[in-house]
Each structure stands twice: as structure tokens, then as C-alpha cells.
Nanobody
Framework: QVQLVESGGGLVQAGGSLRLSCAASGRTFNSYNMGWFRQVPGKEREFVAAISRSGGGTVYADSVKGRFTISRDNANNALYLQMHSLKPEDTAVYYC??????????????????WGQGTQVTVSS
């Protein structure tokens, strides 16, 4: 089992940048593929990016490709999401998730086993 805690959210103007962090407990962080998702009220949780156990593989939603970068530091049990050129439509609660499956990087929230509590990102126009 792994426990996840997100941080780094806040209020930023359009065009600005933020870096989200996700701290993981336990000694098995590098046994999970990790992902970032976001959610706005009344909508389903939306895939943002995912990264493989080693950090060697990444996938992104088309809406954030070229603006966001997912990374991880297995030595420090940490996951990151660097966000640049933020847009008002990026406003959401951002969640990190851990996927213990043995294959593939999933874009489906139901395939993630553990979640953090979320951190709010608000982009003003």
C-alpha cells in the first residue's frame, strides 16, 4: 500500500507556471506506475499524464502536451508535474494516483489503486 499527498497548487495568472508535487509513503514507490489526473465539479476525473516505474516512459493528454512535464524521483518517493503556459481551462483539482498493474501506462482513472487528496490549481484570465 502507498499513501499519497499532493502539494504545490495555487492561484496563477494565465501564461504562468506551477510545479505540483506528490509525496509517497512506503518503500515500494518504484513498483508503481504513477499518474496525474484533474477534476472539476460535475465532471469525471480527467487524465493528464502518466509515468512508468523507472521514469523512462511517459504519456500525456493532448490538451497538455508540450506544456506539462511529468517526472519522478524514486530515491525520494516523489512525483512531480511541471506546468507551463497555464490556461484558465487548466483550472481543476489535481490528483496523483498509483497504478500497481504490471503493464502499460493507463489513462483510465479506474485502473489506479491509490489516490491523494488533491491540490487546487486556479488559473485566472
Amino acid at each position: 500500500q502507498v499513501q499519497l499527498v499532493e502539494s504545490g497548487g495555487g492561484l496563477v495568472q494565465a501564461g504562468g507556471s506551477l510545479r505540483l508535487s506528490c509525496a509517497a509513503s512506503g518503500r515500494t514507490f518504484n513498483s508503481y506506475n504513477m499518474g496525474w489526473f484533474r477534476q472539476v465539479p460535475g465532471k469525471e476525473r480527467e487524465f493528464v499524464a502518466a509515468i512508468s516505474r523507472s521514469g523512462g516512459g511517459t504519456v500525456y493528454a493532448d490538451s497538455v502536451k508540450g506544456r506539462f512535464t511529468i517526472s519522478r524521483d524514486n530515491a525520494n518517493n516523489a512525483l512531480y508535474l511541471q506546468m507551463h503556459s497555464l490556461k484558465p481551462e487548466d483550472t481543476a483539482v489535481y490528483y496523483c494516483g498509483a497504478d500497481r498493474r504490471d503493464y502499460g501506462l493507463s489513462r483510465a482513472s479506474y485502473q489506479y489503486d491509490y489516490w491523494g487528496q488533491g491540490t487546487q490549481v486556479t488559473v485566472s484570465s
